[in-house]
């Protein structure tokens, strides 16, 4: 997308044990490329880890949101382990967990929401 912001995003499963990892995960992306990982990555995230992010593109500019070594607790309703939320206010509300996930998700604004529980 020339046009555009990419982002890809990256999580490894949580383990068990207590890690103390720094959590630079609340931030605001705003440039044409980046990137965003769970606290550890490319090792397991500490547990109870929170993160939010929110991206935002030029206000005639979409966002294309790449999903990148996507590993999160398995459970049937994602409420009951780890999940993660792609939000365009424009648009909808998505919610993934375990591992299965789309390729990529294309804003219908400026402006996606990505929320990590």
Not at 63 to 77: C, H, R, V
Not at 87 to 105: R, W
Request: aromatic share 10%.
């Amino acid at each position: 997308m020339a046009h555009g912001v990419v982002i890809s995003i990256c999580f490894v499963l949580s383990s068990l044990l207590s890690a103390s990892v720094s959590q630079e995960c609340d931030e605001v992306l705003t440039g044409p490329l980046g990137e965003v990982q769970s606290p550890g990555y490319p090792d397991s995230y500490p547990p109870n880890t929170r993160c939010h992010w929110l991206i935002q593109a030029p206000p005639t500019r979409k966002i294309i949101l790449n999903l990148n070594d996507f590993n999160l607790e398995d459970s049937a309703d994602c409420f009951s382990g780890d999940y993660l939320t792609v939000t365009d206010p424009k648009g909808e509300s998505n919610m993934f967990c375990g591992q299965e996930h789309p390729q990529s998700i294309e804003s219908v604004g400026n402006v996606l929401y990505v929320d990590f529980w």
